[in-house]
T-cell receptor, first 115, second 112 residues
Framework: DQQVKQNSPSLSVQEGRISILNCDYT??????FLWYKKYPAEGPTFLIS?????DKNEDGRFTVFLNKSAKHLSLHIVPSQPGDSAVYFC??????????????FGTGTLLAVQP | DADVTQTPRNRITKTGKRIMLECSQT?????MYWYRQDPGLGLRLIYY???????NKGEISDGYSVSRQAQAKFSLSLESAIPNQTALYFC???????????FGPGTRLTVL
């Protein structure tokens, strides 16, 4: 049972345009959400996170939006750059820090930014 | 220098062999994790440890064991490797206060 779903295996965007990556979750106990970026032959690197008390968090070109009622979050990259081409994983945790600190990952979306 | 290191980076072995993957971290974090990544399945948690005396099973622990030798070291063993354990393996760390985990570069394991 996939608790965190990334329904788009891949996405292609032109350089300079907006990239929107989507993630849905089923467990209403999740209260902390993260996005990781992964290049080939490297480990996932932390990109941006959001706690359930917020609906938006911004860091430079990256913004994460959280819609708790729809159990949906999205990552916006504006403007997209060729170096953003990577696999993006959405992850969720039932606790921020605290007792469990476990992450449940989605299956990833491969973003290709075309020059 | 990398904060989270994994050795070896690549390993090819045969069915039935015992394999150990090692992870070291210089981030000073208490919590360490082992994941595997398979195509189309994302990352799945194998084992995790919140301190030296604490070991917990994750989602897919069967066929694996771990050892937390020190705060900075967490090793994963495959007692008798089988072909469906062919995957990318990642170690990660986090501190008590943050939900953010930091990953090593991964080990590509192939079991023939």
């Amino acid at each position: 049972d996939q608790q965190v779903k990334q329904n788009s295996p891949s996405l292609s965007v032109q350089e300079g345009r907006i990239s929107i990556l989507n993630c849905d979750y089923t467990n209403s106990m999740f209260d902390y959400f993260l996005w990781y970026k992964k290049y080939p032959a490297e480990g996932p690197t932390f990109l941006i996170s959001i706690s359930s008390i917020k609906d938006k968090n911004e860091d430079g070109r990256f913004t994460v939006f959280l819609n708790k009622s729809a159990k949906h979050l999205s990552l916006h990259i504006v403007p997209s750059q060729p170096g953003d081409s990577a696999v993006y994983f959405c992850a969720a945790s039932p606790n921020y820090g605290g007792a469990t600190n476990k992450l449940i990952f989605g299956t990833g979306t491969l973003l290709a930014v075309q020059p | 220098d990398a904060d989270v290191t994994q050795t070896p980076r690549n390993r090819i072995t045969k069915t039935g062999k015992r394999i150990m993957l090692e992870c070291s971290q210089t981030k000073g974090h208490d919590r360490m994790y082992w994941y595997r990544q398979d195509p189309g399945l994302g990352l799945r948690l194998i084992y995790y440890s919140f301190d030296v005396k604490d070991i917990n099973k994750g989602e897919i622990s069967d066929g694996y064991s771990v050892s937390r030798q020190a705060q900075a070291k967490f090793s994963l063993s495959l007692e008798s490797a089988i072909p469906n354990q062919t995957a990318l393996y990642f170690c990660a760390t986090s501190d008590f206060l943050s939900g953010t985990q930091y990953f090593g570069p991964g080990t590509r394991l192939t079991v023939l």
